[in-house]
T-cell receptor, first 115, second 116 residues
Framework: DVKVTQSSRYLVKRTGEKVFLECVQD?????MFWYRQDPGLGLRLIYF???????EKGDIPEGYSVSREKKERFSLILESASTNQTSMYLC??????????????FGPGTRLTVL | GENVEQHPSTLSVQEGDSAVIKCTYS??????FPWYKQELGKRPQLIID?????GEKKDQRIAVTLNKTAKHFSLHITETQPEDSAVYFC???????????????FGQGTILTVHP
């Protein structure tokens, strides 16, 4: 059973703070993703990583950065948090390959509030 | 880049009725179309997916149809039950080369409510 965990379920930060969101998966998946979820906007991709040390910008990367130093861990960093980054953040992982089921497994989410 | 539009944003049905959610996509290179279900307070989970070489796929009470010419695909749920109440997301993706599919682009989501 795939398990994707995120470091916090709820987080409250102040404007200008540096924020770290951590995601860990235990199924040796190559691909990992960070999304933010806002009502009426669906899931929007912030960054993704095909493998260790690799990263690619998603659709809304501004104000965020990521780090993937180990295969199982993918970190999302808000360099200077702003109120418009208040949102639900979801991490996901996926096994690479075109002959496997192309399923993304999601973490439970982190609800971040920036005051 | 890819753009996925999903309709309706909310859908209310009586238990036992059918529910249909529709999505359109813009990138003709997209060839993989999954549907995710997110129950209240829980994480999204894949419920069914279809690749572009198939026009329809069925799994018990749920089915997905794909029209590549028109660039739209739909989720059909028959004999709805209260436990089908959730937010449903469609998505589209294309083969990225090498060993991976590319990123998923999600629709805006549909809140389905099934009344007992």
């Amino acid at each position: 059973d795939v398990k994707v965990t995120q470091s916090s379920r709820y987080l409250v930060k102040r404007t200008g703070e540096k924020v770290f969101l951590e995601c860990v998966q235990d199924m040796d998946h190559e691909n990992m993703f960070w999304y933010r979820q806002d009502p009426g906007l669906g899931l929007r991709l912030i960054y993704f990583s095909y493998d260790v040390k690799m990263k690619e910008k998603g659709d809304i990367p501004e104000g965020y950065s990521v780090s993937r130093e180990k295969k199982e861990r993918f970190s999302l960093i808000l360099e200077s948090a702003s109120t418009n980054q208040t949102s639900m953040y979801l991490c996901a992982s996926r096994r690479a390959g075109v002959r496997v089921r192309n399923e993304q497994f999601f973490g439970p989410g982190t609800r971040l509030t920036v005051l | 880049g890819e753009n996925v539009e999903q309709h309706p944003s909310t859908l209310s049905v009586q238990e036992g009725d059918s529910a249909v959610i529709k999505c359109t996509y813009s990138d003709s290179a997209s060839n993989y179309f999954p549907w995710y279900k997110q129950e209240l307070g829980k994480r999204p989970q894949l419920i069914i997916d279809i690749r572009s070489n198939v026009g329809e796929k069925k799994d018990q009470r749920i089915a997905v149809t794909l029209n590549k010419t028109a660039k739209h695909f739909s989720l059909h749920i028959t004999e709805t039950q209260p436990e089908d109440s959730a937010v449903y997301f469609c998505a589209a993706s294309s083969y990225a080369g090498g060993t991976s599919y590319g990123k998923l682009t999600f629709g805006q989501g549909t809140i389905l409510t099934v009344h007992p």
